[in-house]
């Protein structure tokens, strides 16, 4: 069964920068995307970027644009990590990040396009 575990959570304060790691096991197919999500307290959970696994197509949250990286460890073969690098982080970044994976599209933005999720790692921005 597939699964997904992330890691690279913490606290910073703003302005700073962090690598977010999604390690995806027990799959036999190459899923055809993966994304990362974000959920604040008492707000629903919002894509932050996603990615193709066939060539590292990536898209991204309005709010996050020019500050936030989504990248494969291996893209077109066995996908194995997927990272989101983020800095100048603000207040508003604070949340619970969410690693997603899906194994037939790719695109979408809504929590209900994808299949499978890790357990979430928080990320508290403070100033």
């Given at each position: ?22 390690t ?43 500050r ?20 100048s ?39």
């Amino acid at each position: 069964q597939e699964q997904l575990v992330e890691s690279g959570g913490g606290s910073v304060q703003v302005g700073g920068s962090l690598r977010l790691s999604c390690t995806v096991s027990g799959y036999r197919h190459n899923p055809n995307c993966m994304a990362w999500f974000r959920q604040a307290p008492g707000q629903e959970r919002k894509v932050v970027a996603g990615i193709y696994t066939h060539g590292g197509s990536a898209y991204y949250a309005d709010s996050v644009k020019g500050r936030v990286t989504i990248s494969l460890d291996n893209p077109e073969n066995m996908v194995n990590t997927v990272f989101l690098q983020m800095n100048s982080l603000k207040t508003e970044d604070t949340a619970t990040y969410y690693c997603a994976a899906d194994w037939y599209s790719c695109g979408g933005r809504s929590p209900q396009d994808f299949k499978t999720w890790g357990q979430g790692t928080q990320v508290t921005v403070s100033s």
